[in-house]
Each structure stands twice: as structure tokens, then as C-alpha cells.
């Protein structure tokens, strides 16, 4: 079938599978063209087949030489409607890391639920045996609990006060003012629990239980930090309520896991265009505004080249490049240098929807976000008929 761009609001509803092979391949070969670490030998991605995880995924196989075992939440093809594109990034990476040796399967399914730990845990005691790093890299807009049965929806609200900034529809270019009410105590409990760490400590918990984590194992979590002008929404908000959460179940993690010699670690990784991100408000004008800065910088970086810095200079070395005073591992270092913030803030004081095109990188943000789907890639033929239906080696449907 011909497979063309679906948007829905912020998402794209279809995706093309040459096009996420591409997007892969892409990423695979940054990573071999950078010098090897020596990493973990096997990994556990939880969240393995977009943005961050995939990219952790990619940079510890073609890196560092891992076996990996990913987890995550995606959708076949089925009649007219294509696979996503987590489902077709992963068809792509089982296959190019298999064609070079690398042992890679995928677990698709709730990775909040109990019955997905545990059929993890069984593939690791029959394949890997033992885990030396887990990668949680879950973004969801919802989770139910597997003790309680109760289901979380998370927010994006301020905490305390209204707030009124600009952002912009980065597909139609369209600045406009959001206005954003403040969340109850309802709302920040429910983004904690679908964004905190609770669901991490679980699955540190079974898995540790199991006796599948190998002595010194690693487990780290991703966050995000950001600017000043989006802490109302972000850092201050009710996702980073949810990230304050995080941290302290880090610090609980790293207690747990002493016995281990094990570490848990927490990474705050740059701004960049994924499916998560194109839904907080704010954050997208932010992100075009950044890219444009960044890029005449020549600092801008994608999700592969953060999670190579992230295993190369930082979790896999002597001598970690990036830490900050509260222990965290800051690849958003270029991002939140100062000269980069101030320019952001003097070009956001500007921007309207007659100079966006000049003073953000919008065609940017739109290649980036298009890209995630399959889309907007050279020498893929659009106009040409493709299967939609494109099987993961390792998962039966
Ligand atoms: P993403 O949307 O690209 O990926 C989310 C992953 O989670 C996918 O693999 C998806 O299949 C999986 N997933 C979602 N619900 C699931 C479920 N119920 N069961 C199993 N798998 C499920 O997200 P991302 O932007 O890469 O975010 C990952 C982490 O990185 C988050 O903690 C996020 O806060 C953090 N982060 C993101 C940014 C950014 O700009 N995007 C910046 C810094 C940190």
C-alpha cells in the first residue's frame, strides 16, 4: 500500500517502514563510526523501541558490544492501518544487530504490568542469565497500577499558578499564547504515579528478586531539566513533581543495590523532537528556537549522539565527564550553557508568527518530527507501493 504522513494533533498515525529502517540505520552508524566503549554485556531497555531507549539500545550494541533484551508498548500492522513506528524501528534493529552477531529480542506489551516482568525475567534466566544494566526509559500518558488495578492519568499542569506563555503548532508554524491552569493535589499525584519511579523500583525490585541482576549492575532512568521559561510547565510542573520522584527513588535504588556493588543513576538528557515531547506545550517553540541556536553552534546533538556520551564519557569510564553536584549525569550540557540560554531568551522575547521562519529552526523540528515516523527521508521512493506488514525476528504474533 502507498503509506503516507496520518497527523492527528501532535502524532502522526502512521508510520513507513523503510523509512524507521533508515532512521535506524542512521543511528547504528553514527554509533560505529565512534570510538567502542567497553559497556555492559547484557542490557534490559525498558521503553526500547523510540527516542531515548532506542537510542540506548543502538549505542550499547554497536558500542559497547551488548546482548539486549527490549521492552515497550507497540502496534502491528493490521488491515489498512500500519505497524508504529516503534514496531517497525525494532524490526529494523533486531535485524541489523543480528546481521552483525549481536543477540537481540523484544518483549512487546505493558511494561507496567506484573505478567510482563515476569516474562522478562524468564527470558533473561534462559538466554542472558543475568542483567548488567537496565535502562528505564518509559514515556506514557498513563499506567495502571498491577497491585491495586487502579489507572493513573498523568497532566502537564503548572503547580501553583496560572501560566500564559507563547508556543507555536510547529506543523502549521502557528505562534500563539497558551494558557496553562494550575493542577490539584489529584493531578500531581497521578503524574507521580505514572511518571515517577514507582514502576522503576518495581521492576528493580523483581529483578533483583529474581537473582537476574549480575554483581555491580547499573540501572539508570532518563530526565529532562530545561530552561527557566518552562519551569513552570516542566521542572516546577506536575511531570517534574514527577521527576523530583525519580530522584529519590534513585537514591533508594542506590541503597537497595549495595549489596551488588551496583549503581542507580539518573541522566538529564537534552531537548529533542519525539512523540513525548511534541505534547507538552511550550516545549516545541522552545525546542526550534534551541535547534536554530545550537546548530549555527554546531553543539546540536539528536538522542544518539546524548546516549553515546552518556555510556562513553560517563557510565562506562574512569573518569565521568558530566556529573553535577547532586550526583546526576548532565548530557544536557551544551543545551544549558549559558551563552545558549541567553541567546533562547532574546530570540523568545522576539518570535511572532511572521519572523518564526527566520528566528526558529521549524523546518527542523518538522524534518525531526516527521522522521520519527518514517517520514521526509532522501532516496525512499513516498509514491511507491510497501508492505506495511513487517514481522520483529524474535516476537510470534
Ligand atoms: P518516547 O515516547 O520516544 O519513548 C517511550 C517508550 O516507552 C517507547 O519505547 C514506548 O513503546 C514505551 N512505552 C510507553 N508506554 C509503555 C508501556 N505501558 N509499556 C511498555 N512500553 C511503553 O519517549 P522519550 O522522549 O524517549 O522519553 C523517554 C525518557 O526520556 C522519559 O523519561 C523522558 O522524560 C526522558 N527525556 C526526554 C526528553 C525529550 O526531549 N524527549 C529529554 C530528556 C529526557
Known sequence: MLIKPKIRGF?????????????????VNYIKSQKPFIGPKNVLVIGASTGYGLASRIAATFGGGANTIGVFFEKPAAGKRTASAGWYNTAAFETLAQQAGYYAKSINGDAFSDDIKQQTIELIRQDLKQIDLVVYSLASPRRTDPKTGETYTSVLKTVDQTYVNKTVDPLTGDVKEVTIEPGDQADIDNTVAVMGGA????????????????????????SYIGPELTYPVYKNGTIGKAKDHLYET??????????????????INK????QSSAAIPVVPLYISILFKIMKTQGSHEGCIEQMYRMFHDNIYTDKPK??????????????????????????????????????????????????????????INYDSDVDPNVAIPSIKE
Open 271 to 274: 531537548a529533542v523532537v519525539t
Open 322 to 379: 558530566n556529573i553535577d553536584p547532586d550526583g546526576h549525569i548532565r548530557v544536557d550540557n551544551y543545551e544549558m550553557q549559558a551563552d545558549i540560554q541567553q541567546k533562547v531568551i532574546d530570540v523568545w522575547q522576539q518570535v511572532n508568527a511572521n519572523n518564526i521562519d527566520a528566528l526558529a529552526d521549524l523546518s527542523g523540528y518538522r524534518q525531526d518530527f516527521y522522521r520519527l515516523f518514517g517520514f521526509d527521508f532522501p532516496n
Open 199 to 222: 514502576d522503576w523500583q518495581l521492576w528493580i525490585d523483581a529483578l533483583q528478586q529474581a537473582g537476574v541482576l549480575a554483581e555491580g549492575a547499573t540501572t539508570v532512568a532518563y
Open 250 to 267: 534513585a537514591k533508594n535504588l542506590a541503597q537497595q543495590l549495595q549489596p551488588l556493588k551496583g549503581r542507580a543513576l539518573v541522566s
Open 11 to 27: 502524532i502522526c498515525t502512521a508510520a513507513h517502514p523503510q523509512g524507521c529502517f533508515k532512521a535506524v540505520e542512521e543511528q
